[in-house]
């Protein structure tokens, strides 16, 4: 099996997962269109067949005002002590070493020039890792190129991530260099670049439980002091106090996290693929009240970790922490849009490392083609995943999608007798 994966010209060919998930990344996305063409003769509104519809860089322009408001009071309360002006004054909805992290764009002259210089920068080094790693094991150039650009190219969550100029890039950056880091036995830095990734946003905090099956004590209490150092080095550098900065953080945050997570309208459902969408079903159905929903929804969450966590992902192979973590992280935050799906490329990648290696050694690995394919919906637009009409919607599809994934993980062993740090050596 193994001398078969080789072409005629002593080259590679892409393991059949590979090649199955690239051409139905392909087929989905010129699917995109088809569907958009037929839902825009049938007269829809924009947002339904274009999935690009909001403004250019919509989520980077919220904050130029209030920027120049920074390490004053105004900062967190504006306007007579009202915290929503918006648009002039929106206020920063985001934890303050997120808000600190922010603060370079709008310093400088073009905010969106320096916010796609270090998009552009992060693609290019991300496309070039993995094409060169595709070298190593023998696939052609062309193809090592072609696949991981066309893939970027055509990822619904990046498109969106950069069209917005979210700040979501730097967080990826953090959370997939750590699970680098991580995968090539550097516990200490993986726990240092997730801690300032839950600094910015709470959820990768969860991704320092990888370091427990490993009995790394030490690194996981670095990124708790790490997360903790870098919260409040930024209460201190925002100002004009760390207690004006705290209190202000804390009422912006909320107020924003209580809004949407209390919304149950067309645009969460289509938005937001976070399994609170689901539980409110489940809670209208039950008659359940919806305003003591959230309580019992993390403590059930946070059971669901644990047990998967001590039941079952301890002695599993590291690619199937990696990936039930990831898609625990992405999925349980009650306000999780498109662009957070981005934090699902570091475990497509490793899956696909394990999907070479499979081929390497001549053997095939139950579940994994269906696992990747999994993955395909999660980078589709929204919509080719939205139809009000037969209550589809891409919020819940996705949403159902990743704890498919989450459950896959549990159950199919991703691995080929490798070592860790050997299926990511590049």
Not at 227 to 245: D, E, H, I, M, N
């Amino acid at each position: 099996m193994a001398n078969e994966a080789r072409e005629a010209s002593g080259r590679v060919r892409l393991p059949p997962e590979l090649r199955a998930f690239w051409v139905a990344s392909l087929a989905t996305f010129a699917l995109t269109f088809v569907v958009g063409w037929l839902k825009w003769r049938a007269g829809l509104s924009r947002y339904n067949w274009d999935p690009l519809s909001d403004p250019l860089f919509g989520d980077l322009m919220e904050y130029p005002g209030t920027y120049q408001l920074l390490h004053s009071a105004a900062f967190f309360f504006n306007v007579a002590g009202n915290p929503w002006a918006y648009p002039m004054f929106s206020p920063v909805a985001y934890p303050p070493f997120a808000a600190a992290v922010m603060a370079p764009l709008y310093a400088f002259p073009i905010p969106e020039l320096l916010y796609l210089l270090v998009s552009g920068a992060w693609l290019a080094v991300l496309v070039g890792w993995v094409g060169r790693g595709l070298v190593r094991v023998g696939v052609a150039l062309a193809t090592a190129v072609l696949m991981p650009l066309s893939l970027v190219l055509i990822s619904f969550p990046i498109e969106r991530l950069v069209h917005q100029g979210n700040i979501e890039i730097v967080l990826w950056m953090l959370t997939a260099l750590g699970v680098l880091a991580f995968l090539r036995g550097h516990d200490d830095a993986a726990a240092l670049l997730w801690g300032l990734a839950a600094a910015m946003k709470l959820f990768p905090l969860v991704l320092l439980v990888l370091l427990l099956p490993r009995r790394k004590w030490r690194a996981f209490a670095e990124g708790v002091a790490t997360f903790v150092g870098a919260t409040v080095w930024a209460l201190w550098w925002l100002g004009p106090s760390v207690r004006v900065a705290w209190a202000g953080t804390m009422v912006n945050v909320f107020r924003y996290q209580g809004a949407r997570t209390a919304e149950w309208t067309l645009r969460e459902l289509v938005a937001n693929h976070s399994l609170i969408e689901v539980a409110k079903i489940v809670a209208m159905i039950a008659h359940y009240p919806m305003d003591k929903l959230t309580l019992p929804y993390f403590a059930c969450g946070a059971a669901v970790m644990g047990a998967a966590l001590f039941g079952k992902l301890w002695k599993m192979p590291v690619a199937n922490q990696v990936l039930a973590v990831s898609t625990f992280m992405v999925m349980f935050p009650p306000i999780s849009y498109y662009h957070a799906l981005v934090h699902m490329v570091a475990p497509l990648v490793l899956l696909g490392w394990i999907a070479i290696r499979a081929q390497q050694a001549g053997v095939r690995v139950r579940g994994l083609q269906g696992t990747m394919l999994l993955f395909v919906p999660l980078f589709a637009p929204f919509t080719l995943l939205t139809y009000p009409t037969v209550f589809v919607y891409c919020g819940l599809v996705q949403a159902l999608l990743l704890l498919v994934l989450f459950l896959c993980a549990l159950e199919y062993p991703f691995d080929v007798g490798v070592g860790e740090t050997d299926a990511v050596r590049g």
